[in-house]
């Protein structure tokens, strides 16, 4: 069946490491995109992507990257510079204007 | 810039009674609207969504939603709630003016149905 994989389901990070969240599509979708979610703050833009090889900041990009090379992956590094990084982080993808998204089953990322 | 507003963080109501979820929205040019429900630890998945044509919109599980362009809101309905539709409700807009289709996300309700 076509759907978004990410993973790990959980992760733990210790302060100033490096990590990074998987995101895996093959429904053919040409973009995508990885939110965070906190409780009571909805759904926040991190970064998306259009396109291979190409990507954008969202709202809350300070302390991520992400890279595109190719469509069906679109992982997300949540760098040192990242001040609070505990959070339920899901990825997304798309195609179409008025299509919605189609979500991954998140990762749930915690800072120890 | 678009927004959206949820203005409830919890909304209560037990077995049987309707249900209501609001939503209102500031886009540039026609929206693109759409609800999706989360359970815990969980994506969020799709339920409905409006994009043009009929204001009343069915979507799954026994969900509705009404467009109401004057009061730019969008809620969703369900006339028999069951306990089992205790989740977290997101409504989202994207403007018909972004081709790029990032969507504006609310903050949620948590809906509690009691037995």
């Known amino acids: 069946d076509g759907g978004i994989t990410q993973s790990p389901k959980y992760l733990f990070r210790k302060e100033g490491q490096n990590v990074t969240l998987s995101c895996e599509q093959n429904?053919?979708?040409?973009?995508m995109y990885w939110y965070r979610q906190d409780p009571g703050q909805g759904l926040r833009l991190i970064y998306y992507?259009?396109?291979?090889?190409?990507?954008q900041k969202g709202d809350i990009a300070e302390g991520y990257s992400v890279s595109r090379e190719k469509k069906e992956s679109f992982p997300l590094t949540v760098t040192s510079a990242q001040k609070n990084p505990t959070a339920f982080y899901l990825c997304?993808?798309?195609?179409?204007?008025?299509?919605?998204?189609?979500f991954g089953s998140g990762t749930r990322l915690t800072v120890v | 810039a678009q927004s959206v507003a949820q203005p409830e963080d919890q909304v209560n109501v037990a077995e049987g009674n309707p249900l209501t979820v609001k939503c209102t929205y500031s886009?540039?040019?026609?929206?693109?609207l759409f609800w999706y429900v989360q359970y815990p630890n969980r994506g969020l998945q799709f339920l409905l969504k409006?994009?043009?044509?009929?204001?009343l919109v069915k979507g799954s599980y026994g969900f509705e939603a009404e467009f109401n362009k004057s009061q730019t809101s969008f809620h969703l309905k369900k006339p028999s709630a069951l306990v089992s539709d205790s989740a977290l409700y997101f409504c989202?807009?994207?403007?018909?003016?972004?081709?790029?289709?990032?969507?504006?996300f609310g903050a949620g309700t948590q809906v509690v149905v009691t037995p």
């Open positions: 409006y994009i043009t044509g009929d204001n």
């Open positions: 989202a807009v994207r403007g018909g003016t972004d081709s790029w289709g990032k969507f504006q």
């Open positions: 886009v540039s040019g026609n929206p693109y």
């Open positions: 992507s259009q396109i291979v090889n190409d990507f």
């Open positions: 429904l053919n979708h040409d973009a």
């Open positions: 997304a993808s798309s195609t179409g204007q008025a299509r919605g998204y189609t």
